[in-house]
Every structure is written in structure tokens, then in C-alpha cells.
């Protein structure tokens, strides 16, 4: 059962009921753009993961994007069926009945996905031309996330040329993603991860163009490191799915002088429910209402109250000495700890123009786990 | 959109789709049937904010509940939908179309209310008795959370002889609930913490009843603390939720050797999906399937596996020396840190019977923020 839509196109801001996942439509859009114009040059396949919501995939889209990522198989479904003609799984599909699933989605879309052993590659095969239809299949290869992936060089020369003969499948090329880098919080330390992870990645790519074989597309990358695979001349696509919206994790990243500014435009709107208890307001958005692997979420725009604590329904927010008066149902704005698996929270999106409901977006792919 | 169901009855626990939400009924069932034998001469309204599921409410009503608690106005639409006829909404209800909307659930069964304000009163009266209704209403005591609820003693009388005044409201007696004192770690901690929480409900009880007014209930208590409560000769209604299912962090609550034991019984049931990196398993299994608040998820029954790292849609498991054979679609059964968020992620609870699945049951109220 899907939750109550919180708000009605052109309600204003505190006719919303909390909490509610808002969306500041200007700063997002600003965030579209400023992405987009930074990767003309290459391909922009920006991770749906993130965000679960084909509504932002078509921005993505008409700003140029060549389609979209997921990492599982109903999202890469809830996706088609929303219309998105492009979708890379970034993960192993190994259950059979997902494989069965994932090629009944390449009738109607393009679909690829990535494999880092050799039975799997069968398993596509015999699934795909099966189905009467073609994979496109990247080869993972570890780049320092210690997760998926076999080795770069040979063993992933080995997996290619399987994939390159096996029937129903289409080899793409490479998929290099260093999830940890993301998060590295000094610029250097992003670079000095990314420009190992290049190295890698172009060692893997010769190895396989060496052997005849065609490696067109090297993708990966997050909104933390993007512009060191871009200017890497390994990378040709680029995966970040955050930028959009940002997290307060990403905040603690410390940027170049020269980065691209990427701002906060998604908040959970908390409703204050109770002010009895001296020194405290009590907010209706907790351990539900937020992930919190990345810590607690952070009061948008005030220093005199801060979110510090959490139970399953309850926020409780401090107030500082010589705190702005604070009322039941006053509304408050806060920064996700982060992002992705909080819009895993909900079912809607509320996009605001300023202070009025503009658009109310499904979280389409919302709890998509298998 | 609800997820996809994961299993269908009859299925084998092979055939199950992961990651999947599972419970082994049979563990289940004497949870329920224990705490129902150790509440005989109490009143047991047991929390469904834990499981957001109407199945589970008919089974706790079957052995003797005198109602249900949950935390939020959506999930009491949820359960009065299901036709579950007592529903205590734990939690103080502020915003005006909640109001409303909770008036609207007491046409059709019992609804009850905390307060811990005088405006609240006058809203929820009005409200009441604009609708033609009568709610329940126990006022909040803060007894050592500090979150919600007023002072014990005169602040609850003076919060009490408006309640008992007003119109459209039936005031039924204190609600006093010590979050915190449920996971505090020894049972002697647990003990003193509920003593003295007793002793300030009892004042405040006394208090109310020597003014003249009906105390007749006095509700509260969790997994952690119920035995405390019901023998204080204060509470009369008790609030467990997360018995029935039980978790990690429960699980590391030291116990004293005449409590009474839950066992395990929820687990989330995780395939691998990669075997590529030296030394790792990678499950499909992370952030978006577990609550991380209380932290990392325990595997079941195995000593040579741990769950050490989660990313969004990964799980790693660290395999010890020695370690058991482990291959691609391999199942493992997890513990997750914290049953309730856990919960909320998932749209199914897949009911086992040893290894075949024996029912499926909807989480009604999964996302029920509002």
C-alpha cells in the first residue's frame, strides 16, 4: 500500500503534511544544469538508485543524458514500464527468476548488466537468446572497492572473450565504480583514488582492445569523484546519481576551488509535535522517516536548534540558548544524513517553487529490492 | 507501488525471492503464546508500529489483546481499515488534518490519543465534537525519556481536569512509557529504571484519583521492560511490540535468569550474488533492506560468516578461515539490528513453516508517516 500523497499541486508550503520529502525545484534544476553542461564531452548516465523517480529521469534525459543506471532488476522494471528506453543494471543478476525478469525487460528497452564470473555469463546467454533478445554486458572489474568485480587485466580479458562469443549477449565494455572514493573527504585523497582506479581501468581496456576484442564504453563513477574520471581519458561515461539533490554525507566533502557547487535541494519537511519537555521540540520524522547510516539528518538553514537524537517516529531537536520561538506544527527543514535510502522512505516526491507545490513525483521504484 | 511478492504459499525456501522479509512461525508463535501466558492477569494492547501488519494484531487479539498501539494516525487508518476494533495511537496528535482524520477513524472503532497540552485539548475536542465522536485521550507523563508528555504530578492533573471537562473526549487515565530503559543493557539497570519511573506514575495517578477524577489506566512498557511494569502494581496495560520478532539489538540486552526468553523469529533472507573478491560474499542485501540505527545485521546460525560493511544494495560478508563452502545464490538468513525501521522496508512478511512457505502477510501500514 502505497502512502497518502502529502500535498496537492498548488497548495502552499504549510499545507503539507509531514513529514514529507521536498524537493526545492530551482536549486535542483540548477543542479541538472550545471552537471549537464560540465559533461558535454562525454557520456552522462546518471545512477537511478538514488532516487527511484522516472520524473527525474526524463529531466535527466532532456538535458542530454544517454539513459539511466539501477542496481536491481525491479527498479531497471519499474523503470520501463515508466517509459525510459535506456536502463544499465549496475550489479550481478544471478537468481534465475531475475535473469528471466531482466530479458523479458530487453523486449521493450535497452538493457545491460554487469557479470563477474564466467557461469553467470552462461546463465545470461542461455536467458537471452532464450528470450529472443540481447544484453549488453559489461565486465565489473575491482577498482579498490573490495565488492564486486574480478581483477583488472587477464581475468577480466577471460570474462570479456566469453562474453564477446556468447550468444544473445553484446559486450559492451568495462564497469569501473569506486564506491568508497566517494566519500574520501580531502579532493586529494578523491584524486589520488580515482587516478588508481584509472590506472587499472586503462590496463584492463588495453589488455582487451589488444586481444581484438571491442571496449567501447569504460563507465562508473559517483557525485563525489565525477570530474577526475571525466578528465581521466579512461572513463567515457559517467554514473553520479546524488547530484541532484545531495546529502548531508556529501556536505563533509571538503572541494576544490574548482569543483562545481552542487546544492542541497532535498529536505524532509518535520512537522513539530510537542514542546513539553524544557529545552527540546519533538519532530514527527525519525527512524523511519530518514536513514540514518550516515548519521543524523541537519536543520536546514537555523543554528539555534539542531537534530540529535531519534526514535522510531520522534526526532528531538535541541534549542540552543536565546532560540527563535518554536511552536507545534511549525515546519522545519531537514538535510538526510543520506540521501538514497531515505527516498526508499517514501512514495512521493513534493516539488516546491519557492513556498507552493508545483508537482507531486511518484517514487516509482520505491522498496525495489529484488 | 508495493513491491513485488516475494514467495508464494507453498513455495519451497529455495523458490523465495531475496531479499525477502521471513518469519519462522513456529518461533513466532510461542513468542506470542509466552508473553499472552505472562500477561494473563494485565491488559495487553501490544505496539504495532513493529510490524505495521494487521495479520499480526489478529493473532495477538486471538490470545487475548485487549487492543493494538501504534504511533501514527496513518497507521491507525491502516489497522481500522483492516477492522481491527481498539486502536491507541501512542503519540500526540497535533496537526489540524490529523485531527480530523483521527476523529474520522473513531466512527468505526475505539480510537485513543496521548496528550501533553492544554491547546491540543481544546483542538481535539472541538474536533471530536464536531464530528459527533468520542476519543480516548491518556495524558503524556515524561517518566525519563524526555521527549514527550508533561511533568508527573500537578502538570498531568491540571492537563487531566481539562480532558475530563471537555466535550467529545473520554479521559481514560496516563500514559508513561521509558523508551530508553528498554535497551539499557543489565537487568538491574532495566529494574531501577522502571522503579522509578513507577513511582512517579503512581504519584501522578494518586494525584488525579484524589482529585476526584477516573484513572482507570495506566498504560506503557516495551519488550525490554514488561515484566517491570506488570509487576509494579502501577501499569495495568501493557505496550510490547517487538516480542513477537525480536532483534539484534534486543538480543543484547543481558537477561536475568527468571526473564522470560524471546527467541529469534524475523530474519531477512539474503541471496549471494558474487563470490568474485578474495576472502568476501557479497549479498544483495544493504542499506535499503535493513535499519542501520542499531546496527549491523548478525547472520543465523553460522559462525564462519559475518556481515562486516553494507552499501546501498550490498551486503559483505567476511569469510573466516575455514569457512563453509558459500556460492552464487546461496541463501543466508540475517538478524536485523532494529525489527521496527526494518520493517518499514518491506511490503511482505513471508511466513515460513520449517523450509515452505505458509502465508504471506501485507505490512499495511508500511510508510504510514503522516
Chains 1, 2 share one sequence.
Not at 528471466?100 to 548488466?113: F, S, Y
Not at 550468444?167 to 587516478?195: C, F, K, M, S, V
Not at 557547487?261 to 514527527?284: H, N
Request: net charge negative.
Amino acid at each position: 500500500m502505497a502512502q497518502r500523497i502529502p500535498a496537492r499541486v498548488g497548495d502552499d508550503l504549510a499545507a503539507v503534511e509531514t513529514p514529507a520529502l521536498v524537493l526545492d525545484l530551482d536549486a535542483f534544476e540548477r543542479n541538472l544544469d550545471r552537471m549537464a553542461a560540465a559533461t558535454t564531452g562525454t557520456r552522462l548516465r546518471p545512477h537511478a538508485k538514488a532516487h527511484k523517480c522516472p520524473d527525474v529521469v526524463w529531466l535527466q534525459l532532456s538535458r542530454g543524458a544517454v539513459g539511466v543506471c539501477c542496481q536491481k532488476t525491479d527498479e531497471a522494471a519499474a523503470f520501463v514500464a515508466a517509459g525510459i528506453p535506456d536502463v544499465l543494471v549496475t550489479n550481478e543478476v544471478v537468481a534465475p527468476a531475475k535473469i528471466a525478469r531482466l530479458c523479458a525487460l530487453a523486449r521493450d528497452a535497452t538493457i545491460g548488466v554487469l557479470v563477474d564470473e564466467p557461469a553467470n555469463v552462461i546463465a545470461l546467454s542461455d536467458a537471452a537468446s532464450g528470450a529472443g533478445v540481447t544484453l549488453d554486458v559489461y565486465v565489473e572489474i575491482n577498482v579498490g572497492a573490495d565488492r564486486c568485480g574480478v581483477p583488472p587485466g587477464e581475468p577480466a580479458l577471460a570474462l570479456a572473450q566469453r562474453i564477446a562469443t556468447a550468444a544473445g549477449l553484446r559486450l559492451r565494455g568495462l564497469h569501473a565504480y569506486h564506491g568508497g572514493a566517494q566519500h574520501l573527504r580531502t579532493p586529494d585523497e578523491r584524486r589520488a583514488a580515482i587516478a588508481r582506479a584509472a590506472a587499472l581501468a586503462a590496463e584492463t581496456r588495453d589488455v582487451i582492445e589488444n586481444a581484438g576484442l571491442v571496449c567501447s564504453i569504460v563507465t562508473g563513477a559517483g557525485t563525489g569523484t565525477w570530474r577526475h574520471e571525466r578528465d581521466s581519458g579512461v572513463w567515457n561515461e559517467l554514473q553520479p546519481g546524488s547530484y541532484p539533490f545531495m546529502d548531508a554525507d556529501y556536505g563533509r566533502n571538503a572541494l576544490a576551488d574548482d569543483d562545481i557547487v552542487f546544492e542541497q535541494s532535498l529536505f524532509v519537511l518535520a512537522g513539530v509535535m510537542s514542546t513539553a519537555v524544557e529545552g527540546r521540540a519533538i519532530v514527527d520524522a525519525g527512524l523511519k522517516a530518514f536513514s540514518f547510516d550516515s548519521g543524523l539528518p541537519q536543520v536546514h538553514g537555523r543554528t539555534d536548534i539542531a537534530y540529535v537524537k531519534a526514535s522510531d517516529e520522534h526526532g528531538v531537536l535541541e534549542l540552543a540558548r536565546g532560540h527563535a520561538p518554536i511552536a507545534r506544527n511549525d515546519l522545519v527543514r531537514l538535510v538526510p544524513g543520506h540521501c538514497d535510502p531515505t527516498f526508499n522512505l517514501y512514495d512521493w516526491i513534493v516539488g516546491l517553487r519557492g513556498d507552493r507545490v508545483e508537482t507531486v513525483w511518484s517514487i516509482a521504484a520505491r522498496g525495489a529490492l529484488g
